[in-house]
């Protein structure tokens, strides 16, 4: 059962609001809230833990880690805060301190070209002016060129934390991040599960999947900006 068909069987007073629905852009709403001030309002409206899991598409262990104060990653993030609209818990914008996040790279056909900070002066760094508050080990890449059209477009602001994950597990199947390779190589991919445990598929928009890839390391995607909506 779909996470959409899921909640409208349990809550068909709701069912008009989230029957088809698209995830919004979770960088467009700017937000002063913690992600475990977004789940307690959410759940403030009669969902329960297990109920919160399936309509994000997560484990009911995991929504309790969040309630503990653990950080909600990448398209879960977008989830909480796109559910936490429509249900009318949390405004759409709301006026905040702003952030700025140095850009790390570029991305371009899904492969990752980083810049060195150690070699780059302090004045020649260039940044992303947000209007919402991210962690401070946040980084920004940019995409290039149209490669990946739908998913990016030119000038789209990928954000990531900084810290690199080594110990890669079932956990982060679907999962998008930037993924290192033995190679030394970087992509921006889609974790999917691989033909045996250790391994995974990698894949790509519009480029044909990495099969049974072994990562080194990963750093999931934190949010995405689209073009034109950050300062620079």
């Known amino acids: 059962m779909s996470e959409d068909n899921t909640y409208a069987h349990s809550h068909s007073k709701s069912e008009n609001a989230f029957a088809h629905s698209t995830l919004l852009p979770a960088t467009r709403i700017r937000m002063r809230?913690?992600?475990?001030?977004?789940?307690?309002?959410i759940m403030a409206t009669g969902l329960n833990q297990t109920e919160v899991a399936e309509l994000v598409g997560v484990s009911q262990s995991q929504v309790n880690r969040w309630l503990k104060g653990a950080d909600p990653r990448g398209s879960n993030r977008e989830k909480l805060i796109t559910y936490a609209v429509k249900l009318g818990v949390v405004p759409s914008i709301q006026t905040i301190q702003s952030a700025r996040v140095p850009i790390r790279g570029v991305v371009e056909s899904g492969e990752i070209t980083m810049s060195d900070p150690a070699s780059i002066d302090e004045e020649e760094l260039s940044y992303v002016e947000l209007r919402f508050p991210v962690p401070p080990d946040v980084i920004a890449f940019t995409v290039r060129g149209n490669s990946m059209f739908p998913r990016y477009r030119d000038g789209d602001v990928i954000l990531t934390r900084q810290e690199r994950r080594k110990s890669i597990d079932d956990d982060?199947?679907?999962?998008?991040?930037?993924?290192?390779?033995?190679?030394?190589?970087?992509?921006?991919?889609v974790i999917?599960?691989?033909?045996?445990?250790?391994v995974f598929t990698l894949e790509s928009w519009n480029a044909p999947p990495m099969?049974?890839?072994?990562?080194?390391?990963?750093?999931?995607?934190?949010?995405?900006?689209?073009s034109g909506s950050a300062g620079r």
Do not use: H, N, Q
């Not at 809230?33 to 309002?41: C, G, V």
């Open 172 to 189: 982060v199947i679907g999962t998008e991040a930037i993924v290192g390779l033995p190679d030394g190589k970087c992509y921006l991919k």
């Open 33 to 41: 809230m913690t992600p475990k001030e977004i789940l307690r309002a």
């Open 192 to 198: 999917r599960e691989g033909s045996r445990k250790g």
């Open 211 to 226: 099969y049974d890839a072994s990562p080194e390391w990963i750093s999931e995607v934190y949010l995405i900006i689209p």
